[in-house]
Structure formats: structure tokens, C-alpha cells
């Protein structure tokens, strides 16, 4: 087993007096065989807890090049070793969930430019697949390399029925099992407004909970006058926030860089491993959090972590 993690162990350079600010573009994907046993979320072996983190500074730029001195990491409060550390630029599976219902109307436009914005930081070895909703959730584009099929799909979307935004998650979530991309993702386009679903929040919060799968959303607000409108910014934070996502609001002038940021932060995440101090195999959630120690010269910087998982059962 110590083979094995010293296997994964990454030694992450980093000079502080190179710092002048932080390094936001990609890492060159490394040459030859990829290590496919670094998970994209909270993985349990009967030794180690794998924590795939992201960081970014006060402007919301991805960072990187940090090294395993910057974190601490603690399950349900307590301090834990960290004896893995990784930083990989690896391929990823994406399920775009994007909304099509009555309450989008205008902001379709939006929603397009948005999933166009993020389509060109796309690399030729992902692979993406489109989950639509409106009254009900549909599988429009199966698992594909080509995102030209989704983007042809979403031209010719139109705005029309409820919002079933819960079945629509759960109905991804299904759809990215099939995949055999270690990591894994779904970027959420929409409102937020769900008023259509047969699962519940709880129903829909649990499974998430237990998937290996990060959310990310970017929420197209404005216009909304029902209270299920009025709640989409917070259904969609919380959802995305869980697994180590993070909601943005899809201003205009802004798209670019969200779209930028969040293929970098898909790609380049932090994975820390720790051997959990309680060993104890009950089943139960545990809670983790990640603090950012940053090295002398740069801001506070902020962290973004599954917030936890369950513990064996045997």
C-alpha cells in the first residue's frame, strides 16, 4: 500500500518569488500513460479517502501550482494526515443539463451562448452528452466526442412547458454511469425555477450525495415572478456547492471567462489522500473541509470540495 500511494504522490514545484500573480492557464497534459487510479471525486479505499479540491484566488481565477504544504484537510473536525497529493490535467465526461422550459423564454439566448462559450475549451479526447427538460427530462445527445451534435441540437431548442429540473439531474446522473472517463461532470444551464419534478429536493440531494459526479451551473436569471423562480439561485447553489461545484450567473459580458474557467477547473484539481483516523466501518457520513494555507506573497484564496462522503459499511 505505501508503494501504491507514493505512486500517487505529485511533488508540485512551486517558487513564491515567481509569484506576481496567480497562474490561471492549464497544465500541459502529461506525456504517456495516464494514472487512472486518481479519482475526479471523494473515493473510498479500505485505506485512503481520495478529496479532489479547487482553489481560486479573489478575482475567481483557477490555481494552480500549489503544493501539499498550502492545505489542511479535516474530517468531521479533526485534523487529518494528508500522505497523497496529486495535480492532473486528465480527459473528462460532461453532461450538459440544459432548460428548455416555458419560464426560460428570452434567456435561451443566453443559455445558447453559454454552452457554445464552454464548448470551445472542449479537447478532442472528452466526451459530452445533452440532457433538455422542460415538462420532462430527454436524453437528446447520447455520450459523443462531437460536440457539433449538441450544439446543432440546442439550435434548434425551443422555450415551452414547466421546468422538471430535479428529474432532469437524476436523469443525468443515470446517463454518466455509462461512462468510463475517471472524471466526471454535469454543467447545469438554467433558471433554477423547478415546478414539474417527481423527485423531491431531498430525493434528488441524496443521490448527488452519493455520486462520484461534480455539479457545475450556470444560472440565467432575470424575469422570473413565480416563487419557484425566486428560489432557482438557491436550488442550484446548493446542489452544485455539495459535490464541489459552484453556481455563476450567466452575465453576458462574462460568459467568456466562465466558461474558461470552469474547463480549466474540470480539468486541473488538486487530489489529496488521507488515511481516515477513524476507521471505524459504520456506514455513516462523514463531512470533510479543505482549508488553503497560500505561500507568502499571494491573497486569501478560496477552496471548493465534495463536502463529504459515507464511510464503508463493511
Not at 441540437?153 to 461512462?179: C, N, P, V, W
Request: with cysteine; proline share 7%.
Amino acid at each position: 500500500m505505501i508503494r501504491r500511494m507514493a505512486q500517487w504522490a505529485f511533488a508540485a514545484a512551486f517558487a513564491c518569488g515567481l509569484w506576481g500573480q496567480a497562474n490561471i492557464e492549464p497544465r500541459p497534459r502529461p506525456v504517456g500513460k495516464e494514472d487512472l487510479s486518481i479519482k475526479p471525486d471523494i473515493r473510498v479505499d479500505t485505506t485512503l479517502v481520495l478529496v479532489p479540491v479547487s482553489v481560486n484566488d479573489p478575482l475567481n481565477r483557477p490555481v494552480t501550482g500549489l503544493d501539499k504544504e498550502n492545505f489542511r484537510i479535516y474530517e468531521d473536525r479533526v485534523e487529518q494526515t494528508i500522505v497523497s497529493f496529486s495535480s492532473e490535467d486528465e480527459p473528462i465526461a460532461v453532461g450538459m443539463v440544459f432548460d428548455t422550459s416555458g419560464s426560460m423564454g428570452d434567456k435561451l439566448r443566453r443559455s445558447r451562448m453559454a454552452a457554445r462559450e464552454f464548448f470551445k475549451f472542449a479537447d478532442p479526447s472528452d466526451e459530452y452528452f445533452l440532457v433538455e427538460f422542460d415538462n420532462a427530462p430527454r436524453l437528446e445527445v447520447p455520450l459523443t466526442k462531437d460536440t457539433g451534435q449538441i450544439e446543432e441540437q440546442l439550435t434548434f431548442s425551443r422555450s415551452h412547458g414547466s421546468t422538471a429540473l430535479l428529474d432532469a439531474i437524476y436523469l443525468a446522473l443515470h446517463e454518466m454511469k455509462k461512462s468510463r472517463m475517471s472524471k466526471k461532470a454535469l454543467l447545469i444551464i438554467s433558471d433554477g425555477g423547478d415546478n414539474h419534478s417527481r423527485y423531491t429536493v431531498s430525493e434528488v440531494n441524496n443521490v448527488v450525495r452519493e455520486s462520484d459526479v461534480l455539479i457545475y451551473s450556470i444560472g440565467v436569471f432575470g424575469g422570473g415572478t413565480t416563487p419557484e423562480e425566486a428560489g432557482g439561485p438557491g436550488l442550484l447553489a446548493k446542489i452544485s456547492e455539495q459535490t464541489g461545484g459552484r453556481l455563476f450567473e450567466a452575465n453576458p459580458n462574462e460568459l467568456p471567462d466562465i466558461a474558461k474557467n470552469i474547463g480549466i477547473e474540470l480539468r486541473n484539481r488538486y487530489v489529496l489522500g488521507y488515511s481516515p483516523k477513524n476507521a471505524t466501518r459504520d456506514g455513516k457520513y462523514r463531512q470533510v473541509s479543505v482549508r488553503v494555507a497560500p505561500p507568502r506573497g499571494l491573497p486569501p484564496l478560496k477552496a471548493h470540495w465534495r463536502l463529504g462522503y459515507y464511510a464503508p459499511s463493511q
